[in-house]
């Protein structure tokens, strides 16, 4: 069983950019694909990628490429998205998640609290 | 712009079956596994349904997932209050090389 503690809440204008970032407790963090997934206000869930608990190596959705960086640090059980030159449509619930560990299909078992990013002049 | 379709709602009495629809296609439903979530008003998405039709622990077997070519779907049985909430079927799609949900279906216990 793991637990994921999200950052709090940001305020970012327009062009800015934003760190979220994702703690793991309650399991080892290794062997854990941490995914991130927003929702705007009102409306559906969207994927924006993951990043392989071995390598590191980050899966981004295409809408994503170029604006969305995605990293982990082992030593302190902590995922980080970081998604640069915000509009006011990044405005969202940043959730992280997870599958069981060593799991590479999405089965996204466990989820952070949420992040909520308003991205406002 | 989902590429699974989900109708917007649903609805039931309590006791009632519902059934949620989730339209894909060949690059996504049709070559991998569907999920589905329950999101509560202000929650986190809970997991309900993996690889088609199972069920972590903990979830009732009132939930049932079903997967038939390129659609699927949920139901809930024996519906019950607490099973208002907004749910969301996702799966792989190969062609985009990612994940993706539904559009999402509000179901409303009357």
């Known amino acids: 069983q793991v637990l994921l503690l999200q950052s709090g809440a940001e305020v970012k204008q327009p062009g800015a950019s934003v760190k979220v970032s994702c703690k793991a407790s309650g399991s080892t963090f290794t062997g854990y694909y941490i995914h991130w997934v927003r929702q705007a206000p009102g409306q559906g869930l969207e994927w924006m990628g993951r990043i392989n608990p071995n390598s590191g190596g980050p899966k981004s959705a295409q809408k994503f490429q170029g604006r969305l960086t995605m990293t982990r640090d082992t030593s302190i059980s902590t995922a980080y998205m970081e998604l640069t030159r915000l509009r006011s449509d990044d405005t969202a619930v940043y959730y992280c998640?997870?599958?069981?560990?060593?799991?590479?299909?999405?089965?996204?078992?466990?989820w952070g609290q949420g992040t909520l990013v308003t991205v406002s002049s | 712009q989902s590429v699974l379709t989900q109708p917007p709602s649903a609805s039931g009495t309590p006791g009632q079956r519902v059934t949620i629809s989730c339209s894909g296609t060949f690059s996504n439903i049709g070559s991998n596994y569907v999920y589905w979530y329950q999101q509560l008003p202000a929650m986190a998405p809970k997991l309900l349904i993996y690889r088609n039709y199972q069920r972590p622990s903990g979830v009732p077997d009132r939930f049932s997932g079903s997967q038939s070519g390129s659609s699927a779907s949920l139901a809930i049985s024996g519906l019950r209050s607490e099973d208002e909430a907004d749910y969301y079927c996702a799966a792989w799609d190969d062609s985009l090389n990612g994940y993706v949900f539904g559009t999402g279906t509000k179901v409303t216990v009357l």
């Open positions: 998640a997870t599958p069981p560990p060593w799991e590479a299909a999405p089965q996204l078992g466990f």
